[in-house]
């Protein structure tokens, strides 16, 4: 490998050194996608949201979408974390303007998660940019070579399911 940014001994195909190529690869991509989101938020004057708050977002429009109803309990299962930490989340999303609570007419203790509208067109422009980053990373590669590629990474994970 001659690329300078590489890690010393993490050639792709000295097996006994794989897990520092794949670590600096996985973190490579993680970096040039969060740099991808940062530029797009800031073009739109807005702060990116944590990786949490990333993720409970994601559940909570995919659940939009599927039509299901959402509760503050359903998160803190979902993700293990304690309500203090859920209702911390929720405030700063709902403040954000990226989601409501409102009650449920039957127990007004019940809290009911929707999103917003800003909240799903805030979720298209994640989505673009990531795929804009993916269109990036696997330029020049045939189909057959990212099937491959694809292949193998799942092979190693069953590996290590082992």
Do not use: C, W
Not at 83 to 95: N, W, Y
């Amino acid at each position: 490998m001659n690329d300078p940014k590489a890690l010393p001994g993490s050639s792709p195909g000295n097996d006994t050194h794989i897990g520092p190529y794949v670590r600096h690869l996985s973190k490579s991509i993680r970096l040039s996608i969060d740099e991808a989101l940062d530029q797009e938020f800031s073009a739109a004057g807005e702060t990116r949201l944590t990786s949490v708050q990333a993720h409970v977002m994601g559940y909570l429009n995919m659940q939009h979408e599927l039509g299901n109803v959402v509760y503050q309990k359903d998160i803190e299962q979902v993700f293990h974390i304690q309500r203090s930490t859920a209702t911390g989340i929720l405030k700063l999303l709902e403040q954000r303007g990226s989601i409501r609570r409102e009650s449920e007419e039957k127990d007004a203790r019940l809290k009911r998660i929707t999103v917003t509208e800003k909240a799903r067109q805030t979720k298209k422009r994640v989505d673009n940019t990531i795929e804009g980053v993916e269109k990036r990373l696997v330029k020049g590669l045939t189909k057959e070579e990212i099937n491959t590629y694809i292949e193998l990474t799942e092979r190693m994970r069953r590996n290590l399911e082992k």
